[in-house]
């Protein structure tokens, strides 16, 4: 790999790496699983899906749609990945048996774990556990409406929703607009917990809200910068673009508190010969920062792009707004404090500085590490500022990529999901309704959990998702939820929510159709700002009482409101929702004609090209940005004895490779080196400094709860951090929330490790 920097070793060897971990990310192993699954009973409807005109149920990414199931945006075949037929085995199951809940009880199915529940198989008819009953019972569609329509009566500030990705465009701007039509702003969406901060940062200096960055200007870059995000197992086919990207002189830089072997090497199978076997070197630096210092290590890379004479201060001046402090800022703060704060030396700055700074073309890539933080929106802050004083926004391969997680979580926030919402969309709402929206500020998901732990929520809605397990604090979660008097959850397979998160009077499980087995078309955005039009399609579960998304919605909204302030039961056929749609928002104007055309597109305003912001003034606003002060409290504050041995650590939570959001495909984590699930992924030096070995078992304990004999793993994880499993440690902490975008901090839970005497 190439240096940048004397003395300097871009990539350490992976000395801390499990015994039993792979050597690259990606690889044969992918071939193998892909072969198992074509030759399984359901090989047949597996290519069969793969196939279909519309997009992936995965990341958002993106592939499918019209150009073909395999086919990205820009024309490329083989666009399909391990995680794509990981969801859609998932939905091909066959139906979860008619007696199944009349066998198992409601305390059995709360002993089911995430892996346990989805494999169940597809939800096919609705049913409903009624207050102080044991057992789900089946509920007819009629009862379902009726039980439905009272709650939804309830006064509009008592009412919310709650959303995923998993669904369409046109389900999202019938949940929005029937949620405001009855006066509530109550839209809390999965976002809220991931990246909000990405949302409200980008908004605040640029006054948009999703990437500016298209995969066609990804491809001309010659420098990608990849914060906090483990794309290797999270969003795969992003790996393509940065091997091509290294495959023609560029740089890559890595910043991740654990070294993930896939974010080194990773073998893809879109290059049999160069990469799948041989695997293609990924990171030309990586960089392991302490957990929540990001800010203090983007600072770091300007001040170095100053002192190096790599500051474009002509762009600053031509394109910004309060540059000047920022690069003080940047200049004044001292090397110790900043070093210190990050835990990355002076001269590995100087060489990611280097790099960016010689670069003609860099993209500034971020996921979950940076933004759920307790400064998440300082972090999305001081990343923008390091492209603008290196001049890399406005102009093609270069820009700002928030890459996301769900595959349509960016098109509901577009769609007006939001407690947040645009001025111009809420014109045009307010013109649809003939009337003001109501002023009362909405509940994002974190202050929802909190009305509803207060009393304050009668009727909640789901529109897919898993919000008692996506939630920190799941005793919390699990006692808010149980405060509410009515819960619907709208979904294609069970999930822990459904057994956990419990209403106080009725909650409701609804199976609808998914994205390739809907009776009507349908869209969804890619996190790129690419729309995709999806072909109607055929479930595979015969005799089954389920309908699509948007039914169920039309034929509420229409017991709720009557023909206020459209006729609901015509919007059934989607194509009048796209028109809708196309009048309510901006960028979306192409739906209007997209059932003619079949033409898919990508949302007009969006991508950065020219160094022209829609902003007031047409320049880009820079923050300074303050370095976080992080402390971590001292095993006293956690109740042990002085006697009890053990230390307290920065404990990241994240998903497991075949993993999706809180949905568990597989219970290890081969390339982590991780056997199950209660697993700790720690420093080796960090454990036996506290007397701790491998694979011994230990107690680790958060500010609400603690889990026992949980196993060590020693792995690439910098000093003082260490790793666990996202659902299932949420049990443990109740999270420090980023203010400005109500984001709870995940990624730095304070936690204290130790052995039982």
């Given at each position: 790999?190439?240096?940048?920097?004397?003395?300097?070793?871009?990539?350490?060897?992976?000395?801390?790496?499990?015994?039993?971990?792979?050597?690259?990310?990606?690889?044969?192993?992918?071939?193998?699983?892909?072969?198992?699954?074509?030759?399984?009973?359901?090989?047949?409807?597996?290519?069969?899906?793969?196939?279909?005109?519309?997009?992936?149920?995965?990341?958002?990414?993106?592939?499918?749609?019209?150009?073909?199931?395999?086919?990205?945006?820009?024309?490329?075949?083989?666009?399909?990945?391990?995680?794509?037929?990981?969801?859609?085995?998932?939905?091909?199951?066959?139906?979860?048996?008619?007696?199944?809940?009349?066998?198992?009880?409601?305390?059995?199915?709360?002993?089911?774990?995430?892996?346990?529940?989805?494999?169940?198989?597809?939800?096919?008819?609705?049913?409903?556990?009624?207050?102080?009953?044991?057992?789900?019972?089946?509920?007819?569609?009629?009862?379902?409406?009726?039980?439905?329509?009272?709650?939804?009566?309830?006064?509009?500030?008592?009412?919310?929703?709650?959303?995923?990705?998993?669904?369409?465009?046109?389900?999202?701007?019938?949940?929005?607009?029937?949620?405001?039509a009855i006066g509530s702003n109550n839209l809390a969406d999965c976002s809220d917990l991931c990246h909000a901060p990405s949302t409200t940062g980008l908004n605040e200096m640029f006054a948009t809200r999703t990437s500016v960055v298209s995969l066609e200007n990804l491809k001309q870059a010659d420098c990608v910068v990849l914060a906090g995000a483990n794309s290797a197992y999270n969003h795969p086919r992003f790996m393509n673009e940065l091997i091509k990207i290294r495959d023609k002189g560029g740089k890559i830089i890595v910043i991740n508190p654990v070294m993930e072997i896939g974010l080194v090497k990773f073998g893809s199978p879109a290059f049999p010969v160069k990469s799948l076997i041989p695997g293609s070197d990924i990171a030309s630096l990586y960089l392991q920062p302490i957990p929540g210092s990001d800010t203090a290590l983007f600072v770091g890379i300007q001040k170095s792009v100053i002192e190096q004479g790599l500051l474009d201060e002509t762009y600053l001046q031509a394109h910004t707004e309060g540059w000047e402090a920022a690069v003080q800022h940047a200049r004044?703060?001292?090397?110790?404090?900043?070093?210190?704060?990050?835990?990355?030396?002076?001269?590995?700055?100087?060489?990611?500085?280097?790099?960016?700074?010689?670069?003609?073309?860099?993209?500034?890539?971020?996921?979950?590490?940076?933004?759920?933080?307790?400064?998440?929106?300082?972090?999305?802050?001081?990343?923008?500022?390091?492209?603008?004083?290196?001049?890399?926004?406005?102009?093609?391969?270069?820009?700002?990529?928030?890459?996301?997680?769900?595959?349509?979580?960016?098109?509901?926030?577009?769609?007006?999901?939001?407690?947040?919402?645009?001025?111009?969309?809420?014109?045009?709402?307010?013109?649809?309704?003939?009337?003001?929206?109501?002023?009362?500020?909405?509940?994002?998901?974190?202050?929802?959990?909190?009305?509803?732990?207060?009393?304050?929520?009668?009727?909640?809605?789901?529109?897919?998702?898993?919000?008692?397990?996506?939630?920190?604090?799941?005793?919390?979660?699990?006692?808010?939820?149980?405060?509410?008097?009515?819960?619907?959850?709208?979904?294609?397979?069970?999930?822990?929510?459904?057994?956990?998160?419990?209403?106080?009077?009725?909650?409701?499980?609804?199976?609808?159709?998914?994205?390739?087995?809907?009776?009507?078309?349908?869209?969804?955005?890619?996190g790129n700002n690419f729309v995709r039009f999806n072909d109607e399609g055929e479930t595979h579960l015969k005799d089954a009482d389920l309908i699509s998304e948007v039914h169920f919605l039309t034929e509420l909204a229409a017991r709720i409101h009557g023909t206020y302030p459209v006729d609901w039961r015509q919007l059934r056929d989607t194509k009048y929702v796209r028109q809708l749609i196309a009048q309510t928002i901006p960028g979306y104007e192409k739906m209007a004609t997209i059932d003619e055309t079949k033409e898919e597109f990508t949302i007009s305003g969006r991508i950065f090209t020219e160094p022209k912001f829609p902003t007031d003034s047409g320049k880009a606003k820079m923050f300074v940005t303050p370095l976080p002060v992080l402390k971590l409290p001292e095993i006293k504050e956690f109740g042990a004895s002085e006697s009890v041995r053990g230390l307290v650590v920065a404990l990241m939570t994240g998903r497991s490779y075949s993993q999706h959001n809180t949905v568990v495909y597989k219970i290890d984590d081969k390339y982590r080196g991780m056997p199950h699930r209660n697993c700790i992924l720690m420093n080796r030096a960090?454990?036996?400094?506290?007397?701790?070995?491998?694979?011994?078992?230990?107690?680790?304990?958060?500010?609400?709860?603690?889990?026992?004999?949980?196993?060590?793993?020693?792995?690439?994880?910098?000093?003082?951090?260490?790793?666990?499993?996202?659902?299932?440690?949420?049990?443990?902490?109740?999270?420090?929330?980023?203010?400005r975008s109500g984001t709870p901090a995940y990624k730095r839970v304070p936690a204290f490790v130790y052995a039982e005497a």
């Amino acid at each position: 790999m190439d240096t940048n920097s004397q003395n300097i070793q871009p990539v350490p060897p992976f000395s801390e790496k499990n015994d039993e971990s792979p050597d690259m990310g990606g690889g044969l192993p992918i071939i193998e699983y892909w072969a198992k699954q074509t030759l399984s009973p359901e090989g047949p409807k597996l290519w069969q899906t793969l196939l279909h005109k519309s997009a992936c149920l995965s990341c958002s990414w993106g592939t499918g749609g019209q150009k073909g199931g395999f086919t990205n945006e820009d024309g490329e075949k083989l666009q399909r990945c391990m995680k794509s037929v990981e969801a859609i085995s998932a939905e091909i199951k066959p139906a979860i048996s008619t007696n199944y809940f009349q066998q198992h009880n409601i305390a059995e199915l709360q002993q089911l774990t995430s892996r346990e529940a989805d494999r169940l198989g597809r939800l096919s008819y609705p049913m409903i556990l009624r207050a102080g009953a044991s057992h789900y019972d089946r509920i007819s569609w009629q009862e379902v409406y009726e039980i439905a329509e009272a709650a939804f009566r309830k006064t509009p500030e008592r009412v919310a929703s709650y959303s995923s990705g998993r669904s369409s465009n046109e389900a999202a701007f019938l949940l929005q607009l029937m949620m405001r039509a009855i006066g509530s702003n109550n839209l809390a969406d999965c976002s809220d917990l991931c990246h909000a901060p990405s949302t409200t940062g980008l908004n605040e200096m640029f006054a948009t809200r999703t990437s500016v960055v298209s995969l066609e200007n990804l491809k001309q870059a010659d420098c990608v910068v990849l914060a906090g995000a483990n794309s290797a197992y999270n969003h795969p086919r992003f790996m393509n673009e940065l091997i091509k990207i290294r495959d023609k002189g560029g740089k890559i830089i890595v910043i991740n508190p654990v070294m993930e072997i896939g974010l080194v090497k990773f073998g893809s199978p879109a290059f049999p010969v160069k990469s799948l076997i041989p695997g293609s070197d990924i990171a030309s630096l990586y960089l392991q920062p302490i957990p929540g210092s990001d800010t203090a290590l983007f600072v770091g890379i300007q001040k170095s792009v100053i002192e190096q004479g790599l500051l474009d201060e002509t762009y600053l001046q031509a394109h910004t707004e309060g540059w000047e402090a920022a690069v003080q800022h940047a200049r004044e703060t001292d090397w110790e404090t900043i070093t210190t704060t990050c835990g990355v030396s002076q001269a590995e700055i100087e060489a990611a500085a280097k790099i960016i700074g010689n670069s003609q073309r860099v993209v500034f890539g971020w996921a979950m590490g940076i933004t759920q933080q307790k400064n998440g929106v300082d972090n999305v802050f001081s990343i923008a500022n390091t492209a603008l004083m290196t001049g890399n926004l406005g102009k093609t391969g270069a820009g700002l990529l928030p890459v996301r997680g769900h595959s349509n979580v960016q098109g509901f926030g577009s769609m007006g999901v939001t407690v947040n919402l645009k001025k111009e969309i809420q014109q045009t709402l307010e013109k649809l309704l003939g009337r003001p929206l109501s002023a009362v500020k909405g509940y994002e998901t974190r202050s929802l959990i909190e009305a509803a732990d207060a009393g304050k929520v009668d009727t909640l809605i789901c529109l897919g998702g898993n919000l008692y397990g996506a939630n920190p604090d799941s005793n919390e979660a699990k006692r808010a939820l149980g405060k509410i008097e009515t819960i619907i959850y709208i979904a294609t397979k069970p999930n822990l929510g459904h057994f956990s998160g419990l209403a106080h009077h009725n909650t409701i499980v609804l199976p609808v159709l998914n994205r390739f087995e809907n009776p009507y078309k349908t869209t969804v955005e890619s996190g790129n700002n690419f729309v995709r039009f999806n072909d109607e399609g055929e479930t595979h579960l015969k005799d089954a009482d389920l309908i699509s998304e948007v039914h169920f919605l039309t034929e509420l909204a229409a017991r709720i409101h009557g023909t206020y302030p459209v006729d609901w039961r015509q919007l059934r056929d989607t194509k009048y929702v796209r028109q809708l749609i196309a009048q309510t928002i901006p960028g979306y104007e192409k739906m209007a004609t997209i059932d003619e055309t079949k033409e898919e597109f990508t949302i007009s305003g969006r991508i950065f090209t020219e160094p022209k912001f829609p902003t007031d003034s047409g320049k880009a606003k820079m923050f300074v940005t303050p370095l976080p002060v992080l402390k971590l409290p001292e095993i006293k504050e956690f109740g042990a004895s002085e006697s009890v041995r053990g230390l307290v650590v920065a404990l990241m939570t994240g998903r497991s490779y075949s993993q999706h959001n809180t949905v568990v495909y597989k219970i290890d984590d081969k390339y982590r080196g991780m056997p199950h699930r209660n697993c700790i992924l720690m420093n080796r030096a960090d454990a036996e400094s506290a007397g701790m070995k491998e694979h011994q078992r230990v107690t680790v304990q958060g500010n609400v709860g603690k889990m026992e004999n949980v196993e060590v793993i020693y792995g690439a994880v910098r000093e003082g951090a260490a790793l666990m499993f996202y659902p299932e440690v949420n049990v443990i902490f109740h999270p420090e929330i980023e203010r400005r975008s109500g984001t709870p901090a995940y990624k730095r839970v304070p936690a204290f490790v130790y052995a039982e005497a």
